[in-house]
């Protein structure tokens, strides 16, 4: 269970993941803001503990990004890859979705993530957050 502060805004933090073993076994380098230029996000904000909501993503074609969050109201519990992406490919480790595009591949993508867990309330809260990509080439 992954605690959070109460707060109404939600920083996600996109991490660089390198392409290969490091990627698929789940390294996830460190969650501090929006990270280098291999994959570029806007913060963005959970309306609610019942969410859908749709975020753009900017990766460089053979790199990946991990997710986190900071100031959700209550606790995540599960976070689950609903959506698989169309050319990339879409992991969980330690409550982070992981997003790792194809190496060569250049244009769209999407996948979608859910964090499950207790509003501060201990209602339920299911956050689903779209991703909408843009593989860019990696130079």
Same mark, same amino acid.
């Given at each position: 269970?992954?605690?959070?502060?109460?707060?109404?805004?939600?920083?996600?933090?996109?991490?660089?993941?390198?392409?290969?073993?490091? @990627?698929?076994? $789940?390294?996830?380098? /460190?969650?501090? +803001? !929006?990270?280098? #230029?291999?994959?570029?996000?806007?913060?963005?904000?959970?309306?609610?503990?019942?969410?859908?909501?749709?975020?753009?993503?900017?990766?460089? @074609?053979?790199? $990946?990004?991990?997710? /986190?969050?900071? +100031? !959700?109201?209550? #606790?995540?519990?599960?976070?689950?890859?609903?959506?698989?992406?169309?050319?990339?490919?879409?992991?969980?480790?330690?409550?982070?979705?992981?997003?790792?595009?194809?190496?060569?591949?250049?244009?769209?993508?999407?996948?979608?993530?859910?964090?499950?867990?207790?509003?501060?309330?201990?209602?339920?809260?299911?956050?689903?957050?779209?991703?909408?990509?843009?593989?860019?080439?990696?130079?």
């Amino acid at each position: 269970m992954l605690m959070l502060q109460h707060n109404a805004w939600v920083h996600v933090m996109v991490s660089r993941i390198r392409m290969g073993a490091a @990627a698929l076994c $789940g390294a996830v380098m /460190g969650f501090a +803001g !929006v990270a280098r #230029a291999e994959c570029k996000g806007p913060a963005f904000i959970i309306p609610g503990n019942l969410a859908e909501i749709e975020v753009p993503l900017t990766v460089k @074609a053979g790199t $990946g990004c991990g997710f /986190g969050v900071s +100031g !959700v109201p209550g #606790a995540i519990e599960d976070v689950q890859i609903t959506q698989q992406p169309k050319t990339g490919r879409a992991s969980v480790q330690n409550l982070r979705p992981v997003y790792v595009a194809k190496p060569g591949y250049q244009g769209p993508d999407e996948f979608t993530y859910t964090y499950i867990g207790k509003d501060q309330y201990g209602g339920p809260m299911k956050v689903s957050v779209k991703r909408k990509i843009t593989v860019v080439p990696s130079f």
